[in-house]
């Protein structure tokens, strides 16, 4: 295989089980330094395609470069290089967490503080508390201090926020955007379109275990060149017009109502938006 920069390089990778082709020959170039978001709806391939790449499953066919190493041959060095957060939880229900987070950051050869860890996923308050004892949510964030204690290379994290309230979410995106300003690699899956929004620096959309489309948040099925729409409200009722010149859309509403335009919106289509459409387009190529 050649040599790359990338964290990761993957051609044509397919993964069966039994009955069914989970992965149908995708390929995926992860940059170093970057957070790259696999979305897709239930049973795409997502995880599947993590697990290959975290050396957890075996491809059936592809080339398959994890941080310069084939993940069916990585060893011990090598899986030390990753973190890993994985949809379901392990469990270690008599250890506190300060104890279990201690542990992991044991199997490590330079490993983050453990205190700090426990600080930056917000569960300081929790640090003596039994493991069994978290709510489905602190669990969630003491699986993430699990997957970063090692200082990890590479952070794999698959839908981590699940079960997270808004300020714990936001406390998460914070603590990834301090990994990536350290170097840090990541790949994340999840169902918030929002939380790649904010967090990626491109994006992959995978549905039925192919590759659909990749391209940065801004940038994703033309979202950039999408025109907007301005909407008001006036005397006859709600209006809306579609346009790709809203400043001069607004400016005309400005001098047309002598100043403050009545509920005056300008939308731009979401990421939600784009992805829904992207998706909906390949159904209807089924049907
Ligand atoms: N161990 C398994 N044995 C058989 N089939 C499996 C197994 N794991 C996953 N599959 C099937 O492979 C396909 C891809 O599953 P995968 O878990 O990779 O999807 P996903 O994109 O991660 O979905 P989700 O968003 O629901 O987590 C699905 O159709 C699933 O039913």
Same mark, same amino acid.
């Given at each position: 295989?050649?040599?790359?920069?990338?964290?990761?390089?993957?051609?044509?990778?397919?993964?069966?089980?039994?009955g069914?082709?989970?992965?149908?020959?995708?390929? +995926?170039? #992860?940059?170093r330094g970057e957070v790259?978001?696999?979305?897709?709806?239930n049973?795409?391939?997502?995880?599947?395609?993590?697990e290959?790449?975290?050396?957890?499953?075996r491809?059936?066919?592809? &080339?398959?470069?994890?941080?310069?190493?084939?993940?069916?041959k /990585?060893d011990?060095v090598?899986?030390?290089?990753?973190? #890993?957060?994985?949809q379901t939880?392990?469990?270690?229900?008599?250890?506190?967490?300060a104890e279990l987070?201690?542990?992991?950051a044991?199997y490590?050869?330079?490993?983050?503080?453990a205190?700090?860890v426990?600080a930056?996923?917000?569960?300081?308050?929790?640090r003596?508390?039994r493991?069994?004892?978290l709510?489905?949510?602190?669990?969630?964030?003491l699986d993430?201090?699990l997957?970063?204690?090692?200082?990890?290379?590479? +952070?794999?994290?698959?839908e981590?926020t699940?079960?997270?309230?808004?300020e714990?979410r936001r406390?998460?995106?914070?603590l990834?955007?301090? +990994?990536?300003?350290?170097?840090?690699?990541v790949?994340?899956?999840?169902?918030?379109?929002d &939380?790649?929004?904010?967090?990626?620096?491109r994006v /992959?959309?995978?549905?039925d275990?192919?590759m659909? &489309?990749?391209?940065?948040p801004?940038?994703?099925?033309?979202?950039g060149?999408r025109?907007?729409?301005?909407?008001?409200?006036?005397?006859?009722?709600?209006?809306?017009?579609?346009?790709?010149?809203p400043?001069a859309?607004?400016?005309?509403?400005m001098?047309r109502?002598?100043?403050?335009?009545?509920?005056l919106e300008?939308?731009?289509p979401?990421l939600?938006d #784009?992805y829904?459409?992207?998706i909906?387009? +390949?159904e209807?190529?089924?049907?």
């Amino acid at each position: 295989m050649t040599q790359t920069d990338d964290a990761v390089r993957v051609r044509g990778l397919v993964k069966r089980y039994p009955g069914k082709v989970a992965v149908a020959g995708v390929d +995926l170039d #992860i940059h170093r330094g970057e957070v790259f978001a696999l979305l897709g709806p239930n049973g795409a391939g997502k995880t599947t395609t993590t697990e290959v790449l975290e050396g957890y499953r075996r491809a059936d066919e592809g &080339e398959i470069s994890v941080l310069g190493v084939d993940p069916g041959k /990585g060893d011990r060095v090598w899986r030390s290089r990753l973190g #890993i957060v994985a949809q379901t939880s392990r469990d270690e229900a008599e250890l506190t967490v300060a104890e279990l987070v201690s542990h992991y950051a044991g199997y490590y050869p330079a490993p983050r503080d453990a205190d700090e860890v426990i600080a930056s996923v917000g569960l300081e308050e929790k640090r003596r508390t039994r493991t069994r004892k978290l709510s489905g949510g602190q669990r969630r964030r003491l699986d993430v201090a699990l997957g970063v204690v090692g200082n990890p290379e590479l +952070l794999f994290l698959d839908e981590p926020t699940t079960g997270f309230d808004p300020e714990a979410r936001r406390q998460f995106w914070t603590l990834i955007e301090n +990994l990536r300003t350290e170097g840090t690699t990541v790949l994340l899956t999840t169902h918030y379109l929002d &939380e790649a929004e904010h967090l990626a620096d491109r994006v /992959g959309v995978i549905a039925d275990g192919r590759m659909i &489309e990749v391209g940065t948040p801004e940038t994703l099925g033309g979202r950039g060149a999408r025109t907007a729409r301005v909407s008001w409200l006036d005397a006859d009722g709600a209006h809306e017009v579609r346009t790709d010149r809203p400043t001069a859309e607004v400016a005309a509403l400005m001098a047309r109502f002598d100043g403050e335009v009545p509920e005056l919106e300008i939308r731009r289509p979401s990421l939600e938006d #784009i992805y829904l459409e992207l998706i909906a387009s +390949l159904e209807g190529a089924v049907r």
